[in-house]
Structures are given as structure tokens and as C-alpha cells.
């Protein structure tokens, strides 16, 4: 058990709708990330928060956003969902934003597997 | 882009056999994550190597840093079903963007018993 959570485990929608997936980061992690993982594209980098701010995007959709909380807590916001959607979709936390010269350590929690019909 | 190239794609072994899983780039990374992913579980972080050259050991697994920092190999020794996982490396880019890691696709390795 790595100390972050995510809810839902799994989530089925349809074509056009919009979700919301939660995270929650491990006790005293300010930095959150958001991760796709699809069979074809591997595990793709979204964006990253820290301390409630926006610290770097990667390969996120306009038609996804997310929000870090005051209590740390993260959000993912996926709308006008597409069949090509379906993933598993990763949260993960650390200490810190990185160290110069150094990989943070990220720890992940257990995904949300998004289906869309 | 910083894109890394993980090899084989799948592997299928016999316990107590030994394996090696590569990691390739064009890119240079300040440094690289090795993780293990089980089915349906987040991957869980196994090693971080920083030094170009750098060996590290954990237990039977071995991991080594390129020279110029731009490729990593994971051996594994007298493999056990219990190593049944997803291994993807993961490289922080230097200056400004160390935090953000790039992912290969990673090697599915299965051992039979």
C-alpha cells in the first residue's frame, strides 16, 4: 500500500459524458501527478500540481482538467469523453517538485479503470 | 521529446534462469527510476540511478546506469515467479523538467514455475 488513494476503481460511462476521478495524496506529499495508461500509448504523463498550483503539463487533453485542493486533494475532470478515453488512469504524490540534478520518487496509488461505451 | 525504448516487450522464462531488460534514449536523463508494475496496481518504485556508470543491487536485481546517462539495463538473477510483473524505467530530463518522468512502454515479464 503506497499511501495514496483514488477513487472510483472503476468507472463506466458513455461517449459524451464527463467524470471526475479523486485522489489522494500520501500524508505530508505536497506534489500530485496524473498518468494515462493506455495498452498502445504506455504510461503517458497528464499534468502535476504542487502545493495547489499547477507545476507542469505533458500530454493532457483540453477536454481534461484538474485541480489540486487546499487539503491536497487532487481531481481529474475528463468531459466529452471519447471511446479512445478508456485507460487506466493513475494518480501518484510526492514530497516535493523534484530536487535539481535528482528523479523524484513517486508513489502510486492503485488507478481508476475508465471504461467508455 | 525525450522517448524511451524498452526491450524485449514481452519476456517468458523458467524460475532460476537469468534475464537482462534494457532501456534506451537519444536523450540524456539527470537521472532513472526503475518500477515494477503488478496487475492492477499502480508500479512501485524499485531503484533510482543518478551517476552515469552507477551499479546498484537489490537482492537478486541489478541495475546499471549508462555512462552517458542515456540507457539502463535491469538483470535479474535466478528469476522467481514472484518477478511476474510490468518493469518500465522512467527518466527524470535535467535542468528545469527533472521532476516530470518519461515512461517507456515496458517489458511484460513472466515466470513459469
Known amino acids: 500500500d503506497s499511501g495514496v488513494t483514488q477513487t472510483p476503481k472503476h468507472l463506466i460511462t458513455a461517449t459524451g459524458q464527463r467524470v471526475t476521478l479523486r485522489c489522494s495524496p500520501r500524508?505530508?506529499?505536497?506534489?500530485v501527478y496524473w498518468y494515462q495508461q493506455s495498452l498502445d500509448q504506455g504510461l503517458q504523463f497528464l499534468i502535476q500540481y504542487y502545493n495547489g498550483e499547477e507545476r507542469a503539463k505533458g500530454n493532457i487533453l483540453e477536454r481534461f482538467s484538474a485541480q489540486q485542493f487546499p487539503d491536497l486533494h487532487s481531481e481529474l475532470n475528463l468531459s466529452s469523453l471519447e471511446l479512445g478515453d478508456s485507460a487506466l488512469y493513475f494518480c501518484a504524490s510526492s514530497v516535493g517538485a523534484g530536487l535539481a540534478g535528482v528523479g523524484v520518487e513517486q508513489f502510486f496509488g492503485p488507478g481508476t479503470r475508465l471504461t467508455v461505451l | 521529446t525525450q522517448l524511451l525504448e524498452q526491450s524485449p516487450q514481452f519476456l517468458s522464462i523458467q524460475e532460476g534462469e537469468n534475464l537482462t531488460v534494457y532501456c534506451n534514449s537519444s536523450s540524456v536523463f539527470s537521472s532513472l527510476q526503475w518500477y515494477r508494475q503488478e496487475p492492477g496496481e499502480g508500479p512501485v518504485l524499485l531503484v533510482t540511478v543518478v551517476t552515469g556508470g552507477e551499479v546498484k543491487k537489490l537482492k537478486r536485481l541489478t541495475f546499471q546506469f549508462g555512462d552517458a546517462r542515456k540507457d539502463s539495463s535491469l538483470h535479474i538473477t535466478a528469476a522467481q515467479p514472484g518477478d511476474t510483473g510490468l518493469y518500465l524505467c522512467a527518466g527524470a530530463g535535467s535542468g528545469g523538467s527533472n521532476y516530470k518522468l518519461t515512461f517507456g512502454k515496458g517489458t511484460l515479464l513472466t515466470v513459469n514455475p
Open positions: 500524508s505530508g506529499d505536497l506534489s
